[in-house]
């Protein structure tokens, strides 16, 4: 009796535990970048749930393509982003892309970052944006004002 007792509160904790890890709610996103008013391609554009403003969950992230348009993923694979607040990330990915032929031996970053550096840390993005649940497209727009 004892043990079917036992399995019994375990069937129970593990069923409750299941209910708890329900997906967050997402919202369809879409967008389009520009650097210095020019659509951007090859930029991953990542949305970072901002847990300062009560926002969890996972991130979501897509490429923009030649007319710096992107759609949105989750990391478990679910189009769109967490409703709520984000900061959002930029990086350059024709950083890694250049030809070996066009790199020399002894450089180490001969390409610059069409990015400027703040666009990539969370802390510093002045890109900040609402997710809500219904579908929606944001204009984001990268300033390079400043040394990159």
């Given at each position: ?16 535990l ?44 897509g ?21 709520g ?9 024709l ?31 002045p ?14 727009e ?7």
């Amino acid at each position: 009796m004892r043990g079917s007792v036992m399995a019994g509160v375990l069937v129970l904790a593990a069923a409750g535990l299941a209910g708890c890890a329900r997906p967050v709610p997402l919202g369809e996103v879409t967008g389009t970048l520009t650097i210095a008013g020019e659509p951007a391609a090859r930029i991953l554009v990542q949305f970072l749930p901002d847990a300062s403003a009560g926002t969890v969950g996972p991130r979501s992230s897509g490429m923009t393509d030649e007319r710096g348009h992107f759609a949105l993923r989750c990391d478990d694979r679910r189009p769109g982003a967490v409703v709520g607040r984000h900061r959002v990330v930029c990086e350059d990915l024709l950083l890694y892309n250049r030809p070996r032929n066009e790199v020399a031996p002894t450089e180490i970053s001969p390409f610059v970052s069409r990015v400027p550096a703040r666009y990539g840390d969370a802390q510093q993005t002045p890109l900040q944006v609402e997710v809500g649940p219904a579908p929606q497209n944001f204009a984001l727009e990268v300033l390079v004002d400043e040394p990159r």
